[in-house]
């Protein structure tokens, strides 16, 4: 067998189709990520700002128990035949980073490219080099896989120069972005894969430049589309669409509605449906920056095979009956405290499509 003939290790255009390799991220060490005021007043809640500044590791409690969730999931999936990488332990306090756990954030795949993330939170700069570059450097070996690098941030940080005439405002509530558009910025987890059409949209994280850097970057023949989302803290679009299968979704109707997803030809013979129910308010242990939303950031497995924070028991007996999916729960309710759930927490490399 020839080079050119074995399978790509990196091949994934969508979210459900039957994943076989997947990056599973590492909770150690983790630090809550610091940024301008803005952006924190922006992203968090008023109850927990104060905690996200320089060198504030979170509680150990939380890191260890956050660990033992992403094992458990890891083990799970390699249990049933999926190939499994985990990140590089890194010492994120001294380091002045973050977290090696929401490794959906840092890249982006579609198809055989991926896509690094131009962080606007300087504290995540570094992330993808320290937690995978190993990952990405044995993956760089087959010359057809494209890796984009992000592009080099300037030493002085532009993104919240000229407020407020600077930024531009969310024309659905009037909300003004927390960055300018001085250079790109953009963070992976704002797309999500469709086949040949990636949906992403504007936040507090993701500008014009990076909606633009984005789109010049996709394989040739994959359309960006962008989603209306009113949310005042909008920050990634996986606490705003469950894809289940072709055809068929869960939308967050607080954020989305049925108008705006039809605005994007994709969706116009898909059935998408409404969460059901108001999602139970997670605070033992604290919601540090993530919103009841994150019962939607689920991953898929297959078609008609989902893993589900097993907290959400209501919305896995939804997706029972009324989706026809296979249920797996798994706690992860520690791993959320970090910023997200089973979605950002993974990044899949591989699925047949």
């Known amino acids: 067998m020839t080079a050119n003939s074995k399978p790509l290790a990196v091949r994934s255009w969508d979210e459900w189709s039957p994943l076989k390799s997947i990056i599973v991220g590492t909770a150690a060490n983790s630090c809550f990520p610091f940024e301008h005021e ?15 500044k320089k060198d504030n590791p979170f509680p150990q ?39 090696g756990s929401m490794v959906r954030d840092g890249l982006l795949v579609v198809g055989s490219t991926i896509i690094e993330s131009a962080y606007s939170w300087r504290s995540r700069e570094k992330e993808v080099d320290l937690m995978l570059k190993d990952t990405l450097f044995k993956l760089a070996e087959d010359p057809r896989i494209t890796i984009v690098r992000a592009p080099k941030p300037p030493a002085r940080e532009t993104l919240y120069d000229g407020y407020p005439e600077a930024n531009k405002v969310n024309p659905l509530n009037g909300v003004r972005w ?8 953009f963070d992976a987890a704002d797309f999500m894969r469709f086949g040949n059409v990636v949906v992403g949209q504007y936040s507090h994280v993701t500008n014009d430049k990076g909606i633009d850097y984005v789109r010049s970057h996709l394989p040739k023949g994959v359309l960006l589309e962008l989603l209306d989302v009113d949310d005042p803290h909008c920050m990634h679009l996986d606490a705003v669409l469950l894809p289940l299968r ?15 997803l039809s ?12 969460f059901p129910f108001v999602p139970k308010a997670r605070s033992d242990p604290p919601s540090y920056m993530t919103s009841n939303w994150l019962v939607l950031n689920l991953l898929v497995l297959d078609p008609h095979t989902i893993m589900v924070d ?37 990044l899949d490399l591989v699925r047949d499509s």
Request: glycine share 6%; charged share 25%.
């Open 61 to 99: 409690y939380i890191l260890k128990a956050a660990d033992k969730e992403l094992d458990k999931f890891a083990k799970v999936l390699r249990d049933r035949g999926i190939e499994v990488f985990r990140p590089n332990t890194v010492d994120w306090r001294a380091v002045g980073g973050y977290t």
């Open 263 to 274: 605005n994007i030809k994709l969706f116009d013979n898909w059935d998408c449906k409404p």
């Open 38 to 52: 803005r952006m924190i007043s922006s992203t968090t809640t008023a109850a927990h700002a104060a905690q996200f």
């Open 178 to 185: 927390a960055i300018n558009n001085s250079r790109i910025a």
């Open 310 to 346: 097993e907290y959400d028991p209501e919305f896995a007996e939804f997706l029972r009956k009324e989706c026809g999916m296979e249920v797996i729960g798994i706690p992860f309710r520690h791993v959320n405290c970090l910023g997200g759930s089973l979605h950002c927490a993974t």
């Open 246 to 260: 072709k055809g068929l979704l869960i939308y967050n109707p607080d954020r989305t509605n049925k108008e705006a």
